[in-house]
């Protein structure tokens, strides 16, 4: 059991840090601040939520478990709201 | 498992880094903006495998804490950089 | 491969720390700034003090960041340099060798430390139980140099004076901070939903405080972060400068935790003395009147002195 759960969470971190890597890639590398956002929320949500997938199983009982849905949630949350915000921004809009 | 974890910190790490680059290159300030929110995320995850790999639960708190404030400051940057509060 | 782990994390602090000093643009300083908050966050994690690597992620990186680039924004457009101010080349490269100089005789003092290092961690360890709190980092601050957050409280309410004292004439006991038009869309969205979640988490940190890290500042930054947020949105109006409860969210803190101080001289031998048995309670008594004033404190730094008559 144990070591499903561990090879559950090597595979999870894995596909999280791939994705959280391509995010940042793609931040630097693309060419405009669209397709850049377009990057970073995929690392946001993608890469942060299968690291947090991979770490449930390890996590310190329902508490611990509830933290780290919260953070993923948090963080989705940010990004899904500046991300608008920062887009106006830089499309020369309000930025509101 | 722990040894992983600990490696898998320290490529968030890198990527963190990888991030700084467009903070510190800009040339806009939106690019600094997403950079320094991917920089937040990324130090985010860093934090949850260092938590895991080595540190103990009781950092998770501090993650906690750089999640909200992670939103508030980018809402904050957006605000100030387009002049809005003034 | 902890070892890599530092190494890369110490390079990166060196090399944006030193990016924001040489940064030319305001903006691009104050970035810099929060993403060596955020990287000092994470090394004091792998120092093993989550307590203080939460207060500079919460008042170093998050308000401070957020202090430093409304500044930026006012100064905008606004800056001149005067050929007379800029230090010759070789002023600045005597600035940098001397502050390199005294880094690199704090590193060696450091490293030359025995292994483990002598402290007070063993005595303090030892003084915990008496106290009834479980975080040694809590009770140094509550118990044993209480004095030292007494004065820290009043020095926020001071910086408040002093933020305040900049307002206008006209405006004396208006409403701090330039005034806000409801927002639509994202923010409205963002600053509905998060504060009350934010609220939950920063007095979840308050309390954590007494086991495990957290406390008093780290919350109050996060509670006054999730007020200014609403503020931003326009959603709240913040009170006038004059009015008696806003001035009395304020001083409560430092005044209660003040009159403890008097009390103890008398019931317990000594100013700040805690009653022997009773230094739960006392403490949290003390602190949710001074979570209460350091959020309203780092609130009204962020807003600003008042722009406009009440």
Do not use: Y
């Amino acid at each position: 059991m144990s070591v499903l759960a561990d090879g559950f969470t090597l595979l999870c971190v894995g596909a999280g840090l791939v994705f959280l890597l391509a995010g940042t890639v793609g931040l630097l590398r693309f060419p405009d601040a669209a397709s850049r956002l377009h990057a970073l929320t995929k690392a946001d949500g993608l890469g942060l939520g299968l690291i947090v997938l991979g770490l449930l199983p390890q996590a310190a009982g329902l508490l611990g478990a509830l933290k780290l849905m919260a953070i993923w949630g948090l963080v989705l949350l940010a990004g899904a709201t500046v991300g608008p915000m920062i887009a106006r921004h830089a499309t020369g809009g309000s930025g509101r | 498992m722990a040894e992983a974890l600990l490696a898998a910190a320290f490529l968030a790490l890198a990527t963190v880094a990888a991030g700084l680059v467009r903070v510190l290159r800009g040339p806009a300030p939106a690019d600094r903006m997403m950079a320094a929110q991917l920089l937040g995320t990324g130090g985010i995850a860093a934090l949850l495998l260092l938590a895991a790999g080595s540190g103990g639960w009781a950092i998770l708190d501090a993650a906690l804490a750089l999640a909200v404030l992670a939103a508030f400051a980018s809402v904050a940057f957006v605000q100030a950089a387009s002049g809005r509060s003034r | 491969m902890t070892l890599a782990l530092d190494l890369l994390l110490a390079g990166a602090i060196l090399v944006v720390a030193a990016w924001t000093v040489a940064a030319r643009d305001g903006f691009a300083a104050c970035f810099g700034f929060v993403a060596t908050g955020l990287l000092l966050a994470l090394a004091w994690v792998r120092l093993g003090s989550v307590d203080v690597a939460l207060t500079e992620a919460a008042i170093g990186a998050g308000i401070g960041g957020v202090l430093l680039l409304n500044a930026a924004a006012r100064l905008r457009g606004q800056e001149t340099v005067d050929p007379g101010d800029v230090a010759r080349p070789w002023q600045a490269r005597g600035i940098a060798a001397l502050c390199t100089a005294v880094a690199v005789a704090l590193a060696a003092v450091l490293l030359a430390l025995p292994v483990p290092a002598p402290g007070l961690a063993p005595a303090a360890a030892a003084a915990l139980p008496p106290t009834g709190l479980g975080n040694p980092v809590t009770a140094t601050l509550m118990t044993w140099r209480a004095l030292d957050t007494l004065l820290e409280a009043v020095v926020v309410l001071l910086a408040v004076i002093g933020v305040w004292s900049l307002a206008p004439d006209a405006a004396w006991g208006g409403r701090p901070g330039p005034q806000v038009p409801p927002a639509e869309g994202p923010l409205a969205l963002l600053a509905r939903v998060l504060p009350p979640i934010g609220l939950v988490i920063g007095l979840h940190i308050v309390w954590a405080g007494a086991d495990g890290p957290g406390g008093k500042f780290q919350g109050g930054a996060i509670l006054a972060a999730m007020w200014v947020l609403a503020w931003m949105a326009g959603l709240v109006r913040p009170p006038p400068v004059g009015s008696r409860r806003l001035v009395l969210a304020l001083v409560a803190g430092p005044a209660v935790f003040l009159m403890v101080g008097l009390a103890g001289l008398a019931l317990a031998g000594s100013f700040l003395a805690l009653p022997a048995g009773f230094s739960k309670p006392v403490i949290l008594a003390i602190e949710a009147p001074l979570t209460l004033s350091i959020a309203t404190g780092l609130a009204l730094l962020l807003l600003g002195p008042p722009a406009r008559a009440a």
